[in-house]
Nanobody, 126 residues
Framework: QVQLVESGGGLVQAGGSLRLSCAASGRIFSSYSMGWFRQAPGKEREFVGAIKWSSGSAYYTGSVKGRFTISRDGAKKTMYLQMDSLKPEDTAVYYC???????????????????WGQGTQVTVSS
């Protein structure tokens, strides 16, 4: 099991930037993928993007592509979500998660992820 702690959320104006961090404790195998999800009030949890821990390659949902960037620091066992050009519709609680499988496919279904952080609130004002 991997324990995850998100940080970096807050209130920002539209067009601004935030960087979220997801610090992991426990063993991170190179075969793992890590993902970012978000959940707005009254809505289902939504896939934002994911990264392959070994290669650092990343995949994004269409609504954030070109605005958000996922990266990781293996030595610190930390994943980041750099969010630029934020929009009010990006307002949500953001969660990080770990997928223990060695899937060659990108997993966008939250039920496929094994470990979750507690979430951090991001609010974008118009």
């Amino acid at each position: 099991q991997v324990q995850l702690v998100e940080s970096g959320g807050g209130l920002v104006q539209a067009g601004g930037s935030l960087r979220l961090s997801c610090a992991a404790s426990g063993r991170i195998f190179s075969s793992y993928s890590m993902g970012w999800f978000r959940q707005a009030p009254g809505k289902e949890r939504e896939f934002v993007g994911a990264i392959k821990w070994s290669s650092g390659s990343a995949y994004y949902t269409g609504s954030v592509k070109g605005r958000f960037t996922i990266s990781r620091d293996g030595a610190k066992k930390t994943m980041y979500l750099q969010m630029d050009s934020l929009k009010p519709e990006d307002t949500a609680v953001y969660y990080c998660a770990v997928d223990h499988s060695d899937s060659v496919y990108w997993r966008t279904d939250p039920t496929r992820y094994d470990d979750w952080g507690q979430g951090t609130q991001v609010t974008v004002s118009s």
